[in-house]
């Protein structure tokens, strides 16, 4: 084991570096029930040992084979058999942040380990919150509590992720109130990563949610997967709803150490979008609004699947496979970060980091040595046989002790900023909702009411109003800091205003092609019955067609009723110059 670190304290909780903290969760009742013995852990509030420790009937049994002839059910060879003598030798005392007991709460553990990681989320910077360990060892149940209701009908125990919620959106709810001008906007992304696929939990299995492609950022911001959905927040309540529901949909499997076992790494991110006031800024010239400054903190909660061993007859091999393989390469990130870090190098400088050798740990990079800060929470469990697992769970959080991070808001420019072209998009509706208003008003009054076709515009552009002022949420309703709650809306109200202005052309030019339409109709008709009457003057043919020819002008033949208007003149000639001719035009 590495030595202590100094007896600073500071030095252990300062930003500048990975906090760790181990939680030892207690014997399960189906544990003490097949007899598992409980190993000789020790345990402060800041370091946690193993002393004296004894072997277990199993590797006694394993010791008295290598020493004789080794047995045909036993999987070692003799070469591991005898290195099984370590086992006796007292291991050195591990030196960390926190460390709980088989007694402490999950409230206990986020108060005191990650609850400084979230409120520095609210503030614009990164924040990751992992859970490591082997199978079994309560990695789940302390990132998302416990789903099963009590038997008082209770909900169960909360998780991390409830408390982290609940104090985020409280934070950001007080100081949307505390400070004037303040606007907040929550995203929500939950992916899951299986056998080094990439799939989205927020939506339903199908191709679009299943093995996304894993692609660098272009502003050198780290990773990303292409295409993972994001849903707008407002509460915590609602994160839980789409949580619940998307847990569902989690690769998980029964094996030998736990019931309901995850085979798969899920990354819940809360991208919080913060613009305020810039302080000590005085507005100039006409613009009355002081300077926003706007920032973009991610907080990631990550459960990392336990690693395992393989041995014969285990199932799901390839998933154990896949799980160890991606653990692995993680490990060999953290030991060269930390070998970094033991040299005072921060940043980009040092050895090289194979981030790209997995996708966990390009989606991570950033939280890994990166700008943010980033708290780790190693889970054990007491059974002594579980002691090898639990030993290398404690070296590899040493050596993530010993990352450094430098975390700083994430300042965004303004064309950068959702919260501000959300803005935008509404103040525009806001004001071509009132010039609807106040046209719908004009057209209303009272010598426009015998016009038929003018009522009916005004009405339906009455209606788009309406509706328009139905879908636009106002940022101050209801005291709510949070510009919208769905980006489906918000795209709706935006297609719906482009397209508007086109659909009240395109209106318009119908409703004045009828008009002309129906007035080159009554000019057939009026002339019609002028031609009649020359005719029974007894005047000539020439001068009733000559009449007919100058009735219903269409000022524009390009229109569609041209043509037949024009038919209908000449063959109303024609009928005329007939009836003429046989002498039986109609009297009147």
């Not at 007899?35 to 040992?49: H, M, V, Y």
């Not at 305020?276 to 459960?303: H, Y």
Request: net charge negative; hydrophobic share 40%; aromatic share 4%.
């Amino acid at each position: 084991m590495m030595p202590p670190p100094p007896s600073d304290t500071a030095s252990l909780t300062g930003p500048g570096r990975v906090s760790v903290c181990c939680r030892v969760r207690p014997l399960l009742p189906n544990e003490v029930a097949q007899g598992f013995q409980r190993a000789p852990w020790e345990l402060t509030a800041r370091s946690i040992s193993l002393r004296e420790r004894q072997l277990t009937r199993a590797e006694s049994e394993l010791l008295r084979e290598g020493e004789g002839h080794a047995s045909t059910k036993s999987l070692k060879t003799r070469g591991e058999l005898r290195n099984l003598d370590h086992l006796r030798r007292p291991d050195d005392e591990t030196i960390m942040d926190h460390v709980f007991g088989e007694r402490a709460t999950t409230e206990e553990v986020y108060r005191l380990a990650f609850r400084d990681i979230v409120h520095a989320a609210a503030e614009g910077m990164n924040g990751a919150i992992l859970a490591y360990g082997q199978t079994s060892s309560g990695k789940t149940f302390s990132i998302s509590g416990s789903t099963a209701a009590r038997a008082d009908g209770e909900m169960g125990d909360k998780g991390i992720i409830h408390f982290a919620l609940e104090d985020l959106f409280a934070e950001l709810q007080g100081k949307a109130s505390a400070t004037s001008g303040s606007e907040y906007l929550v995203r929500m992304s939950y992916c899951e990563l299986y056998m080094e696929r990439v799939n989205d939990l927020l939506r339903k299995i199908g191709p679009q949610s299943q093995n996304l492609t894993v692609k660098e950022d272009p502003e050198g911001r780290g990773f990303y997967a292409d295409g993972l959905k994001e849903k707008i927040v407002s509460s915590a309540e609602e994160v839980l709803a789409l949580f619940t529901e998307a847990e569902k949909r989690r690769r998980v499997a029964h094996t030998r150490y736990n019931e309901v076992s995850s085979r798969s790494h899920t990354l819940l991110t809360l991208c919080v979008e913060c613009s305020m006031p810039l302080e000590g800024d005085v507005p100039l010239g006409e613009d009355p609004e002081p300077a926003q400054v706007t920032r973009i903190g991610r907080l990631v909660i990550v459960d990392l699947a336990g690693n395992e061993r393989l041995e014969a007859g285990t199932e799901y091999v390839a998933e154990s496979s896949s799980i160890n393989k991606s653990l692995f390469f993680l490990g060999k990130v953290i030991e060269k970060l930390a070998a970094r870090g033991s040299r005072g190098v921060a940043g980009e400088e040092g050895d090289h980091v194979p981030f790209r050798d997995s996708k966990l740990t390009r989606l991570l990079s950033v939280h890994l040595g990166g700008n943010s800060r980033t708290g780790l929470l190693v889970t054990l469990t007491p059974a002594a046989d579980a002691v090898e697992q639990s030993l290398t769970t404690l070296r590899f959080a040493q050596k993530a002790a010993e990352v450094r991070c430098v975390a700083k808001p994430v300042l965004v420019s303004k064309e950068q900023s959702l919260i501000v072209k959300q803005r935008e998009i509404i103040a525009q509706l806001h004001n071509q909702v009132k010039s609807l208003q106040e046209e719908v008003q004009q057209r209303a009054s009272p010598q426009l009411s015998g016009r038929p076709v003018e009522d009916d515009l005004a009405a339906e552009r009455q209606q788009c109003a309406a509706q328009l002022q139905a879908l636009v949420l106002s940022s101050t309703e209801q005291g709510s800091s949070f510009v919208s709650k769905s980006r489906e809306v918000d795209t709706v109200v935006t297609a719906l205003h482009r397209n508007m202005d086109v659909l009240q052309k395109q209106k318009a030019l119908v409703v004045d092609n009828m008009k002309a339409l129906y007035k080159a109709v009554n000019d057939v008709n009026a002339s019609l019955a002028h031609a009649a009457e020359v005719l029974r003057s007894g005047q000539d043919t020439a001068a009733a067609a000559s009449i007919l020819a100058s009735a219903g002008s269409v000022p524009d033949t390009s229109v569609a009723w041209a043509p037949a208007v024009l038919e209908l003149r000449e063959k109303l000639q024609l009928l005329l110059a007939a009836a003429k001719d046989s002498g039986q035009l109609p009297e009147g």
